[in-house]
């Protein structure tokens, strides 16, 4: 069974900074892209960033792009996402999620919720 | 960036009745597109990708249609557990991914 364990959210202030963990099981992790979604209270989705399955391209959402950087580690099965100079409007519930056939998502995972306020 | 709007933003569905959900691409996306839905609290779900075939375990009242850039998803028979916010999303041409704003298909 395909599991995606989001972690790392939590309260932190304009301009600060935050790492974020998927850990990934029930699928060969080494073999696929992931990539990381967001979704604002109350907003729609919103795609972030997306790693090829040997982290040798990454590929990120302009409102992000130079503040975010998306890592995995295929020894440790985990996706990354580092959150830096973190501002109000990135307020949201990051999932992570895999797509094995296409650029659609089969599997999410249950989220992680990220608040920037001071 | 491929633009995708949703219409209704709302829709009010008697249980049992049918409802037509529509998603329209700013350029073409050929079929690649998927539908998701997703209920308060949970990540979204799977429902067709492909325009038109419906992810495992998807009951058949769900259908997709269409190609290009004209998209429907209708629920033939609405349940209790189908009233939830759909989305679209299109990957034919990234970066970026793109959904669109989403249809809250509530109670009548």
């Known amino acids: ?118 | 960036e491929i633009v995708m709007t949703q219409s209704p933003a709302t829709l009010s569905v008697s249980p049992g009745e049918r409802a037509t959900l529509s998603c329209r691409a700013s350029q073409s996306v050929s079929s690649n597109l998927a539908w998701y839905q997703q209920k308060p609290g949970q990540p979204p779900r799977l429902l067709i990708y492909g325009a038109s075939t419906r992810a495992t375990g998807i009951p058949a009242r769900f259908s997709g249609s269409g190609s290009g850039t004209e998209f429907t998803l209708t629920i033939s028979s609405l349940q209790s557990e189908d009233f939830a916010v759909y989305y679209c999303q299109q990957y034919n041409i990234w970066p970026p991914l793109t959904f669109g704003g989403g249809t809250k298909v509530d109670i009548k």
Do not use: H
Not at chain 1, 107 to 116: K, N, P, S
């Open chain 1, 1 to 118: 069974e395909v599991q995606l364990l989001d972690s790392g959210g939590g309260l932190v202030q304009p301009g600060g900074s935050l790492r974020l963990s998927c850990a990934a099981s029930g699928f060969i992790f080494s073999t696929y892209d992931m990539t990381w979604v967001r979704q604002a209270p109350g907003k729609g989705l919103e795609w972030v960033s997306t790693i090829t399955d040997t982290g040798g391209s990454t590929y990120y959402a302009d409102s992000v792009k130079g503040r975010f950087t998306i890592s995995r580690d295929n020894s440790k099965n985990t996706l990354y996402l580092q959150l830096n100079s973190l501002r109000a409007e990135d307020t949201a519930v990051y999932y992570c999620a895999v797509a094995p056939w296409d650029y659609y998502f089969d599997y999410w995972g249950q989220g992680t919720l990220v608040t920037v306020s001071s």
